[in-house]
């Protein structure tokens, strides 16, 4: 018994008429009638009556007709599982990220995406460290991960976009005398203190800044390290020291910082989406797309505010993912 002999079975059973049926399922009549006697074999029992006066269902027809539509409806409803299954419409995916994927705004539009979008699809969110991310990846305890910095041995089993670049800018006390201008370079920091992030929390961007400060001329003087960002703002608003922070966190109000560009200083936060090699996912391959649409209309944003506490451009709706045809404790 195969699920056509059920579909023919339906329609005779409809129609009560073996020459309607015929023309509604689009084949001729003796083979129809070949395959209705097939199934009152495998069934072991008459479904039709079949007389002078037209078709009628047998007791045992109607009995099967219920059970006939069910098993279609069921059949159905499995390809439709399956189908939006392949084409990334349902299932989880476990995501780690780093507090930066939250507070530029593009963690929140992805999850915002999906929520209006592809409600089947179940997100389940670890914020790590990029280090915690990664032996995440390696134990399969999450399918991808949002770092700042990228594992030495990356390329060996990982695959790794960097999505989204955060230009850093000086973050200052407002009663600072640095708070009340507008335009200064790297040197003029060389007397400062810094919150400074820890290396074990990010190495590339650690190096990067200690590099630039003494490409100005200076080793900076580091006050209190904090592998948070929320937790760095907090201490320059104390008076603590001084901090790059990601341009992004500007654009979140805090009473006492002030927020200003340094024209020699070039340094970004990256935001890099990283999975393990070989593994295909079509969720996965749904989240990513969804991503860089997101990381794209906000990258403007963060390439023409400098820094001056602005919110940049509002970002635009995100687009919908490809139709099947062609077919969302703080560290770093």
């Known amino acids: 018994m195969e699920l056509r002999h ?4 339906v329609a005779v059973a409809e129609e009560l008429s073996f020459g309607r049926a ?9 083979p129809l009638s070949r395959q209705i006697r097939d199934l009152e074999r495998d069934v072991g029992a008459p479904l039709f009556d079949r007389g002078s006066r037209g078709v009628t269902l047998t007791a045992a027809g109607r009995a099967f007709l219920p059970e006939a539509r069910l098993t279609l409806a069921q059949a159905e409803r499995a390809q439709r599982t399956a189908q939006r299954a392949a084409q990334g419409e349902t299932g989880r995916l476990r995501v780690g990220f780093v507090e930066a994927a939250t507070h530029s705004g593009i963690l929140p539009d992805v999850l915002g995406f999906f929520r209006m979008h592809l409600p089947a699809i ?11 991310q990664a032996e995440a990846l390696r134990e399969s305890r999450i399918d991808l991960g949002l770092i700042g910095s990228i594992p ?13 670049a955060d ?4 973050a200052v006390p407002e009663d600072h005398p640095l708070g009340g201008r507008r335009r200064f370079t790297l040197a003029d920091l060389a007397a400062e203190s ?5 290396r074990y929390a990010s190495p590339v961007l650690h190096d990067d800044i200690i ?9 900076p003087r580091i006050a209190q390290e904090a592998a948070g960002w929320h937790t760095t703002v907090s ?12 341009q992004s966190l500007a654009r979140l109000t805090r009473t006492g910082v002030a927020y200003r560009t340094i024209r020699d200083f070039g340094v970004e936060l990256q935001l890099t989406a990283v999975w393990r090699q070989r593994e295909k996912s079509p969720v996965r391959e749904r989240f990513v797309t969804t991503l860089r649409a997101v990381a794209r209309a906000r990258m403007p944003a963060a390439r023409s505010a400098r820094g001056e506490g602005s919110a940049g451009r509002r970002l635009p709706p995100v687009p919908p993912a490809p139709p099947r045809t062609a077919l969302p404790r703080t560290r770093r």
């Open 152 to 164: 030495p041995d990356a390329e060996r089993w990982l695959h790794t976009e960097t999505v989204y």
């Open 194 to 198: 810094f919150v400074l992030v820890p």
């Open 211 to 219: 590099a630039r400060c003494r490409e100005a001329g200076f080793s």
């Open 6 to 9: 059920l579909r023919y079975f």
């Open 22 to 30: 015929a023309r509604r399922l689009h084949i001729a009549q003796p």
């Open 167 to 170: 230009p850093l800018v000086l």
């Open 235 to 246: 201490l320059v608003s104390a008076g603590v020291g001084i901090a790059f922070v990601p």
């Open 122 to 132: 179940g997100l389940s969110l670890l914020e790590m460290d990029s280090a915690q």
